[in-house]
């Protein structure tokens, strides 16, 4: 009975060995996506998904699903993802989010640098300006 | 002058015609998710280009389904030949393979038509299965030994199917992508061959790093007319595969 245990808890970590565990993350929206595997049919299940910032302050914890699979609102704009599948298997990958996050979403004119607000109102006086030279009366 | 003729087609037919499709990544990560495509007619170890006509059909395999990458393919000047490339961003994890079937090319040295049906493999993001399945095309080499994260000078094994069938002792050309300007020490080097088993399994040694061509080239049961005349089709089912050297 022993050496069966003994024989699966063997061939159970040969097999955990075996697979690397593997991380892939796309943002769409303000949504993060997480999805774990160890291959594309063996799904990293239930675990772990941890967000840290620069600082290694934890910005969020959850679980992946029975595929793999997790998502939630964007944290941060810059952050790590690590996900922990067990037997000291773990993959960390440095994220740039590509989508604004919330919070982002609500300042979004002032991402718009200072000098194109500039430019963009030069246009529009020197267009008005244009048509007001054209239009004007002729003199006599 | 009959002499002369006569072993100016032997020389030419000696170089061995490769469609080529390559990329210029066979294992993606998630830092550089875009793929580019180049697609070629060529002799690979001379670097002999041809002119290519756009393909019939250009696509990329991806968990059982094809997408057409013929509305995106561009038409690239290189040494004054035609080539064409495109490229394809990958979203999710997978293995994609990326083929083409040219449009047949006239070869009047060898009174007949020629068309590759050629494919590459590449990975996405470590997701390591499904570079085994056929794309379903009509002649096609599908790899036993994984066909991307390879050393220079591993051995690799691949099946020749045609028709979805496997070809027993079918005869597969191996030519290397040769951008080094290495010379060969006589003509018949350029070219290696080996044979299928009866199970149309074979099996070459990669010795050195960049890109290798497999073409098994396969009598099609159809023909094309050209000028009143019929002519047979050398169907060829091409893989390409780039080695990489251990650092």
Same mark, same amino acid.
């Given at each position: 009975m022993i050496v069966r245990f003994l024989l699966i808890a063997f061939f159970s970590i040969s097999a955990l060995y075996a697979h690397k565990i593997n991380l892939f993350a796309y943002d769409e929206e303000g949504s993060l996506y997480v999805q774990s595997y160890f291959t594309k049919s063996a799904p990293c299940k239930q675990c772990t998904i941890l967000l840290q910032d620069s600082?290694?302050?934890?910005l969020a914890r959850f679980q992946t699903d029975d595929e793999g699979k997790a998502s939630l609102k964007l944290p941060a704009p810059h952050f790590k993802i690590t996900v922990e599948g067990g037997m000291g298997h773990q993959a960390t990958l440095d994220y740039e989010a590509k989508s604004h996050t919330k919070e982002e979403l609500k300042t979004?004119?002032?991402?718009?640098p200072l000098s194109k607000v500039a430019l963009g109102l030069a246009i529009i006086v020197f267009f008005f300006g244009a048509l007001f030279w054209i239009k004007r009366p002729a003199r006599r | 002058m009959k002499i002369l003729l006569a072993s100016l087609v032997c020389a030419t037919s000696l170089l061995a015609h490769f469609q080529t499709v390559m990329t210029d990544q066979s294992v993606v990560e998630q830092k550089n998710p875009k793929v580019s495509i180049q697609y070629e007619f060529t002799h690979p170890f001379e670097q002999q280009l041809m002119n290519m006509q756009k393909p019939k059909e250009a696509g990329v395999f991806f968990e059982g389904k094809k997408t057409s990458l013929l509305p995106n393919l561009q038409s690239v000047e290189k040494n004054k030949m035609t080539t064409w490339k495109s490229d394809y961003t990958i979203k999710e994890p997978g293995v994609y393979q990326f083929y083409v079937d040219p449009m047949p090319y006239f070869e009047p040295a060898e009174d007949k038509f020629i068309r590759h049906q050629t494919k590459t493999i590449v990975d996405a993001f470590?997701? &390591?299965? &499904?570079?085994?399945?056929? /794309? &379903? *095309?009509k002649a096609e080499i599908v790899p036993l030994?994984?066909? =991307?994260? *390879? =050393?220079? &000078?591993n051995l690799f094994s691949a099946k020749v199917l045609y028709k979805g069938k496997p070809v027993p002792n079918a005869e597969i050309e191996v030519e290397y992508y040769n951008t080094k300007g290495l010379k060969a020490p006589?003509?018949? =080097? /350029?070219t290696q061959v080996v044979k299928a088993d009866g199970n149309g399994i074979f099996h070459v040694a990669l010795p050195l790093e960049g890109w290798w061509g497999f073409a098994a080239l396969i009598d099609d049961d159809e023909k094309i007319k050209h000028e009143g005349k019929s002519y047979p089709v050398e169907l060829g089912a091409v893989l390409w595969l780039k080695t990489e050297k251990i650092q």
């Open positions: 600082q290694d302050k934890e979004l004119p002032a991402d718009m | 470590n997701s &390591g299965e &499904g570079w085994d399945k056929p /794309v &379903g *095309l030994s994984r066909p =991307y994260s *390879l =050393y220079a &000078g006589n003509d018949m =080097y /350029v």
